[in-house]
């Protein structure tokens, strides 16, 4: 439904375009505006970081091109006001709703409409299964939970990975390993949290993507008395504290 509503410009051009050679020229370039949005719909998580700002750009490019266009149509031949006016009605309801939408995304996503710490926004996305990369030689995953919700302060979404060792490291090298690893590899900041009861503790936070795509990745690792080391990636939009 959604690339329906990305055809609008193209469905506008169509309507208003008198000449074969300008229809064609602009058609190819809208066609490929489409095309390029169903492209990186199936890049969903690779592009979580610009996904829907890209998604919102490439359609206010389709409005750009569409009213050189029309423009350039109406300049150069006699078009019949009944299609060129119903083609600029929908060409001008289609911006409105792009204009209102992105602002409502934008004002949505910077947590003023819900939650009282005013950290809302859209659902972000699941942690992939891969999210950790390849692991050093001698560690591997052993088991994992994924746990999604919306709470007061917004949306989150967690997934934990346990790890452990095929070569008889202990759990506590292990955690000490994928902390270096994280470090080194992932260049993750991790600092060691307050001791806890059941082992040690370090975290990293960071805000990742840009005005229509902001969120806040939190990374965790968690050594636990006999217990496997536990690896925890969590988005959300409730800043870093």
Known sequence: MLYLFCLVPLACWLLAARSRRSRLRFGLALSAIVVVQVVISFEEWSLRSCYVSLEVLLSFTGVIVLAVAMFLELRANSIPW????????????????????????????SGTLDGPGGHGGKQPPTPPADALGTLPAGLRVVGGSVHCSRTNWGPYCERSFALGSTDGTSDREVADRIVRYLQDERDLLLVPGAPAVDGRIWEACRTTGWWLDVEVETIGVRAKNNAPTEVSIELDHQGCA
């Open 82 to 109: 009944s299609r060129f006016g119903v083609s600029a009605t929908l060409a001008t309801l289609y911006f409105l709703v792009l204009v209102l939408g992105a602002g409502w995304l934008t004002v949505g996503n």
